[in-house]
């Protein structure tokens, strides 16, 4: 083992322990209460997806504790980015492991047991392995791989668009401009299948969370064309609330259950099941993007840049800390260390740091644009492995990001976290084989 990667390691067994005693007990709140609390009850619902559930009752029942699932993700991610930095084998990879561990981007997540920080985790992992089998080109590694990233595809509904070019470049060994069109076809099958092993294997029950994505794109062409297409009777108060007020182009939460125009999910879902409401939504759906194409779009890109600008969303920050949903999200314990979050809070996730603009989608997606670009045409003319494996991670990242702008109904940045692990794999690789393809 080179000095320099061995030094990564031993500092990282340090930090690990470290990091777990700050954030303990971790923070189980919104999203992720839901899914502890199915995990404690054995009843799934695929509202999230249900794997995530199914894995923290397995550490329930095996480990006793609720906390244990957030210390297996901080040891997985850290050790990920040793794994991904080890291949510099610079004097500096110390220095940089550092930075990186305490950058938001990686240490102000820690203690959230959100799907999105574990997908990102392992995505993370996945590409710190993938030199190992560019260097080796074992076929049994190969297929645990393509293996994991399919398991990898269960984290979220959408999880499909950043591993299936991946998984198509393993595949294939290779990748080009015909694999890239293979990828988004597997990513539309992986999307598919993923509702009937929902509620086949993994027993979830249907709650349609389409339906989020309907309401938003409704609320958005009523807002903006100022006629009501929702499949409702509503008073001429309710009305105006919808044509006004209720819409925002962050996020679709105003007519969630908590929000303030929740009163329109309730008219829908008084009298209807779910199944019901979902047609009855599809319809309008459909028909209202039939008839303001326009303000659809309007809609949709408003949304997408402020999912792509924004750097200190509603819903992030770290909070050393649990939260318990059945006390009213009372902060049951309080931090190991105060002093050290509010310092942390000051210096990396104040709105105006410039620390917390690592945060913010636009970068990494021009970061990921630019690194595609240049090994596009080292990749397809030049046939290096080396670019080619660049150009794939960086095609995941910019497909994964790209596809918020049909889908997303919020702006919450932890959306954004595999595509930007992506980005500083595909950073830290270009560098790597540019000086390797100089030397030779």
């Known amino acids: 083992m080179n000095k320099y990667n061995l030094h990564l390691l031993i500092i990282s067994i340090f930090l690990i322990p470290l990091s777990i005693y700050l954030v303990y007990p971790g923070i189980i709140y919104g999203d992720t209460y839901n899914q502890y609390y199915q995990a404690l009850t054995n009843n799934y619902e ?59 981007l990686f240490f102000s997540y820690f203690g959230w047991v959100y799907k999105d920080f574990f997908l990102a985790t392992l995505i993370l992992l996945i590409s710190g392995l993938l030199p190992i089998y560019l260097k080796h080109k074992n076929i049994i590694f190969r297929i645990i791989l393509i293996l994991l990233l399919i398991f990898t595809s269960l984290f979220r509904a959408n999880a499909a668009f950043i591993t299936a070019p991946i998984i198509m470049y393993l595949a294939f ?3 080009n401009k015909k694999i890239i069109c293979y990828s988004v076809l597997l990513s539309i099958l992986l999307v598919l299948v993923q509702s009937p092993i929902n509620h086949t294997i993994l027993k979830a029950h249907k709650n349609y969370p389409i339906i989020s994505l309907k309401v938003f794109d409704i609320s958005g062409i009523s807002h903006f064309s100022k006629i009501n297409y929702f499949p409702i009777g509503l008073s001429d108060h309710e009305k105006d609330m919808v044509l006004g007020k209720c819409y925002s182009s962050e996020l679709w939460d105003n007519y969630a259950g908590w929000g303030k125009c929740s009163f329109l999910l309730n008219k829908l879902n008084s009298g209807n099941n779910i199944k019901s409401v979902n047609e009855l939504l599809t319809k309008q759906w459909i028909a209202s993007i039939k008839k303001h194409p326009y303000y659809y779009i309007k809609h949709r890109i408003s949304h997408f840049i402020i999912f792509l600008t924004n750097h200190n969303s509603y819903g992030y920050g770290l909070d050393l800390g649990f939260y318990d949903a059945s006390k009213d999200n009372e902060k049951t314990y309080e931090p190991k260390s105060q002093k050290f979050e509010s310092i942390y809070k000051k210096i990396f996730l104040n709105k105006n740091s410039l620390f917390s603009y690592t945060l913010s989608g636009l970068p990494w997606l021009l970061v990921l644009i630019i690194l595609f670009i240049k090994t596009f045409k080292k990749n397809f003319d030049f046939n290096s492995q080396h670019y080619k494996l660049i150009n794939c991670l960086c095609f995941s990242g910019i497909f994964y990001i790209g596809m918020y702008l049909f889908i997303g109904v919020a702006s919450d940045l932890r959306y954004l976290l595999p595509s930007q692990y992506l980005g500083i794999a595909a950073i830290i690789y270009f560098y790597t084989y540019k000086i390797k393809d100089t030397k030779k």
């Open 173 to 175: 060994s290779n990748w």
């Open 46 to 104: 695929d509202w999230h997806p249900p794997i995530l559930s199914h894995i923290w009752r397995i550490l329930l029942i095996t480990t006793g504790t609720k906390y244990s699932l957030y210390a297996i993700l901080i040891i997985i991610n850290s050790l990920s980015l040793v794994l991904l930095l080890s291949n510099l084998k610079k004097r500096y990879v110390v220095l940089l492991y550092l930075i990186l561990y305490f950058s938001p």
